[in-house]
């Protein structure tokens, strides 16, 4: 899967590679330790992550204009991982290079890893494609060629200052970087090298630039969990860092979820080897959401599908998705499921089912309310109950509280919002897990799958998703891997089937908004792409 995920290491005994949560202290320590110990040179790290920062943002600015390509760098080995990172960029794309070197007055005064990644990069890179300017603090004014350079469109690498930086910001190096983000051609993507520079344990108040992607190598520095406003879209690569401590927070390779996911079926298996889910939910006035649960719950290899609906609906529906179930149910005044109808059905289907997911266009009747109350409350507790939209309301908990299933079997998928009306703290999911005994998917440009036992993070989705419609074909496929262990590994804990739907999830999200664009991409096509997935398995 080397277009989508992180480079790096083999999986750990737990079942996926992971990137660990740090803070820029705790990161400068561990790599101090890491490297006393030989168990990898600094020159393997540093070539291992700015090649995998060049791939990144060969990856994920595949539309820009790479004719041009702007890398700031530091004198450190931030700017050795720049550096390198731009080699790999002009061997594929054989664009024209300006790499800027800051407070350094020649290649005496860089680190000597960084001079020997710029002998390579000269060594490389034509003399006529490339120019290297030095900005020492006693410079007196930016040469006229760099904001010319950079008002034509062109792609900029930010490699200034990693995570040892401590405030403030050198003044001279400041006033130089700012100029030349005013010249700086609009629609041109920034990336950064680790952080953006100026990011740090302090803050983001000396963080000049808000950068479109942050490429972290080796360990995520909390920082950009902490303001994403300054990172933009965070892509961690894995660059073969292993012994830190077992973390409670980490972000995981999709590689590894997508493996499990596609590994080939038993010869001698039948349909209720995967599972039944039933799915409860809809209303007159919003049946899609019911229909995008069941097309992910279907595509996703759910071996047997039932769908609790509408009665005004169920024809349209069983036509456009015969390979589910619909059991058609009245509907009360409002155009929602009539409360005592609906849960008679559910509970006859109790004892067949092998997952529950409720709560997506139900709206907010009193009648809807009442039916998500009784399915939260009386779901056999040794199922796994998932519950989204309508569903994630405060007075809900107190319902699953007289469930009583354990955390592994109750799985709230709010958003922000929904997180917040809940009375979720923030972005703590796993304080909310730990304090309400379930687990969760936080969705958002960073999806937080966790359990009380740990989190893992998740920054695979595209700004596609952003629409209406999304999140329920997250539900049907979360609903997907909790319907039968054999749908994922088995014998994984609840935050890695989670975190392995979001992953499944953003990477069909990816190839959707490729195929369609991020702009038109039609929600009722993104279940297919669960399919496409299995390429980068």
Do not use: Y
Request: with cysteine.
């Amino acid at each position: 899967m080397s277009e989508v995920s992180p480079a790096g290491a083999a999986p750990e005994k737990n079942g996926f590679s992971r990137v660990p949560v740090m803070s820029c202290a705790e990161a400068k320590a561990f790599e101090k330790a890491f490297f006393s110990r030989a168990e990898m040179t600094e020159e393997a790290a540093m070539r291992a992550a700015g090649t995998a920062v060049g791939a990144g943002v060969l990856r994920e600015c595949a539309g820009a204009d790479f004719s041009r390509l702007a890398v700031l760098a530091g004198k450190g080995h931030n700017g050795g991982d720049a550096v390198r990172a731009a080699t790999r960029i002009f061997s594929e794309r054989k664009c024209r290079v300006l790499l800027v070197f800051f407070a350094a007055e020649n290649a005496g005064g860089l680190a000597p890893l960084t001079r020997k990644f710029l002998e390579e990069f000269l060594a490389a890179v034509p003399a006529d494609m490339r120019r290297v300017v030095f900005l020492p603090e006693s410079a007196a004014a930016l040469p006229p060629e760099v904001p010319a350079f950079v008002a034509a469109p062109h792609v900029l690498l930010d490699g200034v200052f990693g995570h040892s930086f401590r405030p403030p910001f050198p003044p001279r190096a400041l006033a130089f970087l700012r100029e030349i983000l005013a010249a700086r051609a609009e629609n041109s993507p920034c990336c950064s090298v680790d952080l953006p520079s100026g990011l740090s344990d302090a803050g983001a108040e000396c963080c000049p630039l808000r950068a479109d992607f942050t490429f972290p190598t080796g360990i995520l520095k909390r920082p950009l969990l902490d303001f994403p406003e300054a990172a933009g879209r965070v892509v961690p690569a894995n660059i073969g860092f292993s012994g830190f401590d077992e973390t409670s927070v980490a972000a995981a390779n999709p590689e590894d979820f997508l493996r499990d996911i596609f590994a080939p079926r038993p010869a001698l298996c039948d349909k209720r080897a995967f599972g039944h889910a039933l799915i409860v939910g809809g209303s007159r006035g919003m049946p899609g959401a019911l229909m995008l649960n069941a097309l992910a719950a279907l595509r996703a290899g759910t071996g047997l599908v039932s769908v609790i609906c509408p009665e005004s609906v169920q024809p349209a529906f069983a036509a456009r998705a015969p390979g589910a179930m619909w059991i058609p149910c009245r509907e009360d005044a409002d155009g929602g499921l009539d409360c005592g109808a609906a849960f008679s059905a559910a509970e006859r289907m109790f004892p067949r089912v092998s997952v529950v997911l409720c709560g997506s266009g139900m709206g907010v009747s009193a009648g809807a309310r009442e039916l998500i109350l009784k399915i939260a409350a009386a779901a056999p507790r040794e199922i796994p109950l998932v519950l989204d939209a309508d569903a994630l309301r405060p007075e809900t908990l107190a319902a699953l509280r007289e469930r009583g299933a354990p955390a592994g079997k109750t799985v709230l998928l709010p958003h922000a919002g929904e997180f917040a009306r809940m009375g979720g703290n923030g972005a703590d999911a796993l304080g909310f897990c730990r304090e309400h005994a379930l687990s969760v998917a936080l969705k958002g440009a960073c999806t937080r799958a966790a359990d009380p036992s740990g989190e893992i993070l998740s920054f695979w989705g595209s700004p596609a998703l952003a629409r209406g419609g999304s999140g329920d074909v997250l539900a049907g496929t979360v609903a997907a891997l909790f319907a039968a262990e054999r749908n994922f590994r088995a014998g994984a804990p609840a935050r890695e089937r989670i975190a392995a739907a979001v992953a499944w999830h953003g990477i069909a999200s990816r190839l959707w908004a490729k195929a369609q664009g991020e702009r038109c991409a039609d929600i009722a096509a993104l279940p297919e792409f669960l399919g496409a997935a299995r390429a980068f398995a």
